[in-house]
């Protein structure tokens, strides 16, 4: 099985940076695209940013310019940067990572349990 889970959320104030962190692990051949969506309360879980493991990265247009995403492709984990924080980005942030699992050599997705942004203005 794949265990995937976040850390490094917490509470800042408006204009502080947070580093979150996301590691996949278990029977694992292959990490592929690993992601980071967020869900603020009553809302949809949105799209935040993304990496492929040939380091591509995509960014919702409400992150370009603040949020960095990158990857450790050895240790299977992900990063996001996060700057200039706004109480708008005030969400939980859920990592979602496409594995190739070892016992099928198909790809799967997996989700991690969230980890909670709060941003006070």
């Known amino acids: 099985q794949v265990q995937v889970v976040e850390s490094g959320g917490g509470l800042v104030q408006a204009g502080g940076s947070l580093r979150l962190s996301c590691a996949a692990s278990?029977?694992?051949?292959?990490?592929?695209?690993m992601n980071w969506y967020r869900q603020a309360p009553g809302k949809q879980r949105d799209f935040v940013a993304g990496?492929?493991?040939?380091?591509?990265?995509s960014y919702s247009d409400s992150v370009k310019g603040r949020f960095t995403i990158s990857r450790d492709n050895a240790k299977n984990t992900v990063y996001l940067q996060m700057n200039s924080l706004k109480p708008e980005d005030t969400a939980v942030y859920y990592c979602?990572?496409?594995?190739?699992?070892?016992?099928?050599?198909?790809?799967?997705?997996?989700w991690g349990q969230g980890t909670q942004v709060t941003v006070s203005s």
């Open positions: 979602n990572a496409a594995v190739i699992i070892r016992s099928t050599y198909r790809l799967n997705d997996y």
């Open positions: 990496i492929t493991s040939g380091l591509s990265t």
């Open positions: 278990g029977s694992i051949v292959r990490v592929d695209a």
